[in-house]
């Protein structure tokens, strides 16, 4: 029964068409080739791969770099006040030339005064 049932649907699919069942059958599966070789055959779609891998390859570091950044709050329990943390030496932008990151020290003095 399931071999017709596999029959039925790799003739519904115009790829896999007779494949399994026809040995003489030269027109293979994409899931038999190997990476490079449908690339290879498929030149078309090289652009349209490395496009989507730097795309995801940004939002994978994006993600990464969100959770990883002081004013995003996962626990708020035991870290109510995320923002005192913050390294005023650490630039909190994504990207910035040429610029110094020093503490303020009127700033610094009144955070210890009420600090206490």
Known sequence: MWGRVR???LSL???LAG???QPGN????AYTMSFFRYFNKHRELIPLAMIMTTTLSGM??????ALRRSDIIIDRWN???PWEKVDPTEPQKLFS???KWEPIQELEEIR???KG
Do not use: D, S
């Open 60 to 65: 994978v570091y994006t993600g990464i770099r």
């Open 7 to 9: 029959g039925a649907f």
């Open 19 to 21: 494949f399994p069942l």
């Open 97 to 99: 030339i040429h610029q």
């Open 112 to 114: 210890k005064v009420f």
């Open 26 to 29: 030269r027109v293979a599966p």
């Open 13 to 15: 699919v115009p790829g």
């Open 79 to 81: 870290n109510p006040e």
